[in-house]
């Protein structure tokens, strides 16, 4: 079974940077969509980046210029770049994919962002 870990949360300044990771346990991002999601408890999941297989991202409005995803297929790892923090993007952040009609999920790691 598909497992996925993120990693590279942590505490930064509003302006700061942060890059998380998410690794799987097999070679999937050469052949799955990789998404990253973000959320605050007790309110639904905000997608905030697609990563083809190809490699096309695609981002949300509140991320969009600032956030960047990318991919290296031969360490099975999904990144999501972060630039320009803003207070707002404080949230825990989950990798997620579709395998055999599944939707697989990391443990999520927590993004928090001082002002």
């Known amino acids: 079974q598909v497992q996925l870990v993120e990693s590279g949360g942590g505490v930064v300044q509003a302006g700061g940077s942060l890059r998380l990771s998410c690794v799987a346990s097999?070679?999937?991002?050469?052949?799955?969509?990789m998404y990253w999601y973000r959320q605050t408890p007790g309110q639904r999941r905000e997608l905030v980046a697609t990563?083809?297989?190809?490699?096309?991202?695609s981002y949300s409005d509140s991320v969009k210029g600032r956030f960047t995803g990318s991919k290296d297929n031969a360490k099975y790892t999904a990144y999501l770049q972060m630039h320009e923090l803003k207070p707002e993007d404080t949230r825990v952040y989950y990798c997620?994919?579709?395998?055999?009609?599944?939707?697989?999920w990391g443990q999520g790691t927590q993004v928090t962002v001082s002002s």
């Open positions: 097999g070679n999937i991002t050469s052949t799955r969509t």
């Open positions: 990563i083809t297989a190809t490699g096309r991202t």
């Open positions: 997620n994919c579709w395998v055999s009609g599944s939707q697989v």
